[in-house]
């Protein structure tokens, strides 16, 4: 409850869950998603790796950290976290999303557009999520892409 208030306390509480051994892959997690939204990037990472040190099947661990890699450029990884994601919680409709992003900037465009038709499937876009995958999708079409 403090971390979704914003309360700087929260680091504290997380920090004590570990040391207690109490959901500690969930507390490193949610160090991370916190590092992450403070910028200390390194720290986020570290983070997201602890806690799949201490449960490897924490499928936000592996999300965030796709997300990570994938700001950070490093599409290969991105995908790697985000397939393992997928394997964990098929029904997890997010990460679809994500792996089209990931298969487009690698360059494959047949999974990119398997991954956006599990997504559709899993959830009803709204009108902002529906002009996010037309987006992609026209940049998809677009003849310049590499490997078009």
């Known amino acids: 409850m403090l971390h979704e208030q914003g309360d700087p306390k ?11 051994g109490d959901n ?3 507390a490193y997690c949610n160090l991370g998603i916190i590092n992450k939204d403070i910028g200390d990037i390194g720290k986020a990472l ?8 201490h449960e ?4 936000e661990a592996h ?3 796709g997300n990570l890699y994938y700001d950070a450029g ?10 393992a994601a997928a394997l964990i919680a098929p029904g997890f409709s997010l990460v679809y999303f994500n792996l ?3 298969h487009f900037k690698l360059n494959d465009l047949t999974a990119s557009l398997a991954a956006l038709e599990i997504y559709r499937q899993l959830r009803q876009p709204d009108e902002e999520e529906t002009e996010a995958i037309n987006q992609l999708l ?5 003849p310049r892409q590499p490997g078009r």
């Open 56 to 59: 490897p099947r924490h499928v």
């Open 100 to 102: 089209a992003l990931v």
């Open 74 to 83: 490093e599409f290969t990884l991105a995908r790697l976290h985000y397939e």
């Open 10 to 20: 929260a680091v504290e509480s997380y920090a004590e869950a570990i040391n207690d």
């Open 63 to 65: 999300y965030n950290l």
């Open 24 to 26: 500690v892959a969930e």
């Open 46 to 53: 570290d983070n997201f790796s602890l806690s799949l040190k």
């Open 138 to 142: 026209k940049a998809m079409q677009d």
